[in-house]
């Protein structure tokens, strides 16, 4: 096997398979089938991806067919939606098809099935027919409408579709096999009513095609060779094939001709990204209850969102092309995206100067005019990984802004920024030093008094200019900045899987931070920027203009920062755990009541700091040992933590920890298990006898009273 064919992920060696085994090229034929009831996200895009990219490797058509089968849920806006979002990655689609194009095809198909005994109507309650299709384990028994006539079948089956019944009254099933290992071939729906208003066909039908049924049907009708499915459709294959096999026969009788392509269905792994959801109907909540402003918010993994954000259509193909197409779910880590964004940014994005927090500097021994203001202009250079970006104006005057964050009054030693007696670089501009502040009533800063150095402007060439100082910082000049609205978003979710769970909501995970919006200015270059533009702020991020901007006010959104800050996020915590363990150690040995309280408090404000869920109940499991020391740092981060309740703990650990600590010879241990046990009303009762035996022995006054009142609940 060559290098090249190595290379190849398994869905283009099938491809190749099927070329070598004689499958005629020219017949090789993709398609993207999203449904209509909700906008793509960035789960979807692999797919897009994966079928345009094998339509343009192996020069095949790759249809766009909107499998719209439930007006129920489906609204043209979606299909507007995913036209727009497939252009914007960069794709053309062969032919724009629809499921109810052949609707009255798949109607016909349905009645040869049921002339053919493989199809009939039930009238059972949807109750009925779930009890009625057994278990995994048990088989499940026929019901008692599957053995009707055909002339009975055929005549509601018409009146289904001329609506003579109310939705629910009947369905209709294929004929298969109720007692097969695989549920779903234990006579699955083909068809429901519904009288529902399609966005497509109006009210023409009153019955409408189950998935299962039009998806393979629609297939066949578009000669797709390859159809390609994520992994939970491994177990609908089977039906797959056998409803292909009502309409395309392996003998030659019936009316079919055999050298159509007969579609095979293969799957691939989706995509799952960490600190995500892509469930639809969990998006659609997000939008309905106004948690996020519309399909498009930044803070959305919809394709529109991204790109409101300021993604770049490059940056998701590459990230689609990075992580591959493999049979086997993993997730993804949401960093990967980012870095590819910044890799395509940092390409193409220029270099401009914004200040989010400003706090002014007056540089005193700046030169003024006779008007009493001094400016100059300077050379900024507008990318240096782009050799064709040249260069831009940037006006410089006496009074700028720089970042709040930049200036300290009096500064540690490792601090690279202004503060008093220090010198640093204004980026493309000169050095400064800071000599003095003033401060308001309330002993804020207000302004920073600085002088410049004349001679080292940058790019001049002079010995000054090309003196080394410690940092570099940016700036705005304060009589020619523009002010901007600047959204500060960042993830929508705390944890890194929000919606796995048990028995807590996704939306317990929602990030309050997500938004943060901040008046800041931006150098007067950008006041002819248009909705789309994409910047860096430098030694901010990455930023872009957003579509609510107006020439009377702009508006720019936070794509991604120039580093991944939710690395060292999780770095911090977990590392700020370990290091509040070994606290624990000191408040133990302390023997005198109110010095262990004052060491108690920072642990306990520590623990309240971190927001990540599954680390905090994984610290927790994982000191649930015969060790005094970590049973207590369990404990402790039970009572405290407003991440995590005793509920979120499995039940085997959770009994383990308030058994091993009732039992335990430190009195700390023994009183902070019991609080949590009162404030954990689901085990207290079964924990009441083993307390009962505790008090008996007690010693700590303490705990003894803490204990009598407990069991006196």
Not at 21 to 36: A, C, I, V
Not at 180 to 204: E, I
Not at 226 to 232: A, K, M, P, Y
Not at 679 to 689: A, P, R, T
Request: proline share 4%; glycine share 4%.
């Amino acid at each position: 096997m060559s290098t090249e064919e190595k290379s190849l992920h398994f869905i283009e060696q099938i491809i190749e398979d099927s070329l070598a085994s004689g499958f005629p090229q020219d017949k090789l034929r993709f398609r993207f089938p999203p449904e209509p009831n909700g906008y793509l996200h960035i789960g979807h895009a692999k797919s897009i991806c994966l079928n345009f990219g094998l339509g343009l490797k192996y020069n095949a058509p790759v249809n766009l067919r909107f499998d719209d089968t439930n007006p129920a849920k489906e609204e043209q806006e979606y299909v507007d939606a995913i036209k727009e979002d497939l252009h914007w990655l960069g794709f053309e689609w062969a032919e724009e098809r629809f499921a109810s194009d052949y609707f009255q095809q798949l109607y016909d198909w349905a009645v040869l099935m049921i002339k053919n005994g493989k199809a009939y109507v039930d009238s059972q309650s949807s109750e009925d027919m779930a009890t009625q299709k057994g278990t995994p384990t048990l088989a499940g028994i026929d019901g008692p409408f599957r053995n009707r006539s055909i002339e009975e079948n055929l005549t509601l089956f018409q009146g289904m579709k001329n609506g003579d019944f109310p939705e629910g009254s009947h369905v209709l099933r294929a004929k298969i096999d109720m007692a097969s290992t695989n549920m779903l071939m234990r006579d699955p729906l083909m068809y429901r009513v519904l009288h529902r208003h399609h966005h497509r066909t109006g009210d023409y039908w009153k019955i409408y095609p189950m998935y299962d049924f039009a998806h393979g049907e629609s297939d066949y009708i578009e000669q797709i060779s390859h159809s390609i499915c994520t992994l939970e459709f491994v177990m609908h294959r089977e039906l797959y094939n056998w409803f292909l096999d009502q309409i395309y026969p392996e003998s030659s009788s019936g009316s079919n001709d055999l050298n159509k392509v007969r579609p095979n269905q293969y799957e691939f792994a989706r995509l799952n990204l960490n600190y995500t959801v892509m469930s639809k109907r969990k998006l659609l909540q997000l939008v309905q209850e106004n948690i996020v402003n519309g399909w498009d918010d930044p803070r959305m993994p919809t394709i529109s969102g991204l790109r409101r954000r300021g993604y770049t259509a490059n940056s998701i193909r590459k990230f689609c092309d990075i992580i591959g197409v493999a049979k086997r779910e993993n997730v993804i880590d949401v960093s990967l995206l980012e870095f590819c964004l910044r890799e395509d940014l940092n390409k193409t994005a220029p270099r401009v100067m914004a200040v989010l927090e400003p706090i002014k500097v007056i540089i005193t021994n700046y030169p003024v005019d006779p008007e009493g203001s001094g400016e100059e202009v300077l050379d900024a250079e507008n990318n240096q990984e782009d050799n064709e970006a040249g260069f831009r104006k940037v006006p410089f005057s006496k009074e700028l802004y720089i970042e709040r964050e930049d200036f300290l009054e009096e500064a540690p030693a490792k601090f690279f920024r202004l503060s008093i007696g220090r010198e640093v670089r204004l980026k493309n501009a000169y050095i400064i030093k800071g000599e003095s502040v003033v401060k308001d009533a309330a002993g804020n800063i207000t302004e920073i008094h600085v002088t410049y150095d004349e001679d080292s402007r940058s790019g001049s060439g002079s010995e000054a200019s090309q003196r080394k100082v410690a940092g570099t910082l940016h700036w705005v000049s304060i009589k020619h900045a523009l002010e901007a609205e600047v959204r500060m978003y960042d993830r929508l979710f705390i944890d890194e899987s929000p919606d796995s769970h048990k028995e807590k909501n996704f939306l317990d995970f929602m990030n309050p931070t997500s938004l943060q919006i901040v008046k800041g200015f931006v150098e007067p270059s950008l006041s002819t920027a248009q909705s789309g533009d994409k910047f860096q702020f430098q030694r901010l991020g990455y930023f872009n203009v957003d579509k609510d901007s107006t020439a009377s006010k702009l508006v720019f959104n936070k794509t991604v920062g120039l580093k991944d800050a939710w690395e060292e996020k999780g770095k911090k915590e977990e590392n700020l755990l370990m290091n509040t363990q070994k606290e624990i150690n000191k408040y133990v040995k302390e023997k005198d009541e109110n010095a262990a309280e004052i060491l108690l408090k920072p642990i306990i404000e520590n623990i309240r700091s971190v927001d990540n869920f599954s680390l905090i109940v994984q610290t927790i499991i994982k000191n649930i040992k015969n060790d005094n020391n970590s049973l207590l740092f369990s404990n402790l981060i039970l009572k405290y933590s407003d991440k995590a309740l005793a509920k979120d703990i499995e039940q085997e650990p959770l009994t383990k920890l308030y058994s091993m600590s009732l039992k335990s010879q430190l009195a700390a241990v023994r009183f902070f298990a019991i609080q949590n046990l009162v404030n954990d009303s689901n085990n207290l009762n079964e924990f009441i006898q083993q307390l009962s035996e505790v008090e008996k022995i007690e010693k700590s006054e303490k705990v003894l009273e803490l204990l009598r009142s407990t069991l006196q609940l």
